[in-house]
């Protein structure tokens, strides 16, 4: 009998997506060579994981739009560890600058991008092409520990499938792009605190206008604008009512209507839970059981027992809990293949006495992309 024994290797091409920890210093002085020759590192952040290339290097930016399937319009957001670094990537006038310098001085490292108007340095892959770049300091050790060792700003969005769930764990990562690039290496700093992506606020004269909601609230915007020795107000763009299309130009990311989507279809549902089918808006009806049910404040809680699968972001009511838990809450609902449907809960009125929690409804809005289902 004729044995034979084959032995496979894996060649420079057939390289795997992997995770390092940011305590291997060996490790994290490779993932910065890697983002200094253009390729890819994804980290862990205070908000949620960021796929980072280097911001000046034109090839490494549109790799990361290649990799998550992003569309060429909407920009990224460039990550530094001082407003210094901030300043060569920005070409404001003179009230801008002011007004840049104050929030970074007060709200910087944390969870804020300001987007002002972009120096020409700064490649049009990463604007895309708005003339327009975003900036942030962030507060995580992992980031800002790649940072210092590569030397170079790193532009990042969320280390995601283009409109998939955004990710908080470095497992998150690799299940979305592990495969689109064999080379990616990730960098597990552990759960996200924040949970949800930075606010993003547009930079004019006198105006502040809130582009994004996130962790960073409107009136913390308005006190630490109050130091200035001219006025500031403080608007907000709706981009829910009035939603950006891929093949619009956008100065900051976030303003597109579907976004942070499960692989299920999602629907938001008001009122109380009831043991009855749910009626979605199309007017097809589903049994209880065959529905995922995400809750909040234990409003649904009737549903828990008939539901197929039953989750609470926050049974105490707690914003900061609820923004934390949600997107891992949202890829929980992804492993339910039997499952039909998503209902999510709908904070719209509640979120008007709570910052945090408008973050989070507006995430919950675009999941479901507005749509909304109803029991009966």
């Given at each position: 009998?004729?044995?034979?024994?084959?032995?496979?290797?894996i060649g420079p091409d057939e390289r795997?997506?992997?995770?390092?920890?940011?305590t291997d210093d060996a490790e994290m002085a490779n993932a910065a060579e890697q983002l200094k020759a253009g390729g890819?590192?994804?980290?862990?952040?205070e908000t949620v994981?960021?796929?980072?290339?280097h911001a000046m290097d034109e090839k490494a930016a549109m790799k990361v739009f290649e990799v998550k399937g992003r569309p060429a319009s909407d920009p990224l957001i460039v990550h530094v560890l001082e407003w210094e670094q901030a300043e060569q990537l920005v070409v404001g006038n003179e009230r801008q600058m002011e007004i840049a310098k104050v929030l970074?001085?007060?709200?910087?490292?944390?969870p804020l991008t300001m987007v002002l108007p972009a120096a020409s340095s700064v490649p049009s892959a990463v604007t895309g092409s708005s003339g327009w770049v975003g900036v942030r300091s962030p507060k995580h050790l992992v980031a800002r520990k790649l940072l210092a060792i590569s030397n170079i700003p790193i532009a990042a969005p969320s280390a995601n499938r283009f409109n998939h769930v955004s990710p908080t764990l470095p497992e998150h990562v690799i299940t979305d792009l592990g495969e689109r690039d064999p080379t990616l290496i990730v960098v597990d700093g552990g759960p996200s605190d924040v949970g949800i992506?930075?606010?993003?606020?547009?930079i004019h004269d006198d105006t502040l206008e809130v582009l994004r909601r996130g962790a960073v609230t409107m009136r913390q915007l308005q006190d630490s604008a109050s130091s200035l020795s001219f006025k500031v107000a403080i608007t907000e763009r709706d981009t829910r009512k009035k939603p950006k299309t891929v093949t619009e130009q956008m100065e900051g990311p976030g303003q597109m209507l579907t976004h942070y989507a499960p692989n299920l279809?999602?629907?938001?549902h008001e009122g109380e839970g009831e043991d009855r089918d749910v009626t979605v808006v199309e007017g097809r009806r589903y049994p209880v059981a065959d529905v995922v049910v995400v809750d909040f404040a234990s409003k649904r809680l009737p549903l828990k027992e008939k539901a197929h699968a039953y989750m609470d972001l926050s049974s105490k009511g707690c914003s900061s809990e609820a923004a934390a838990t949600l997107f891992a809450?949202?890829?929980?609902?992804?492993?339910?293949?039997?499952?039909?449907?998503?209902?999510?809960?709908n904070l719209q009125a509640q979120a008007a006495s709570d910052e945090v929690l408008a973050a989070v409804q507006d995430r919950l809005f675009r999941a479901a992309s507005g749509n909304k289902a109803t029991f009966e």
């Open positions: 009998i004729l044995k034979l024994q084959f032995l496979y290797f795997m997506a992997r995770i390092i920890q940011h890819l590192v994804a980290f862990s952040t994981y960021g796929l980072g290339a970074a001085d007060k709200l910087w490292p944390g992506e930075s606010t993003v606020v547009k279809p999602a629907y938001l809450g949202l890829r929980w609902t992804e492993t339910f293949p039997s499952a039909k449907i998503v209902i999510l809960p």
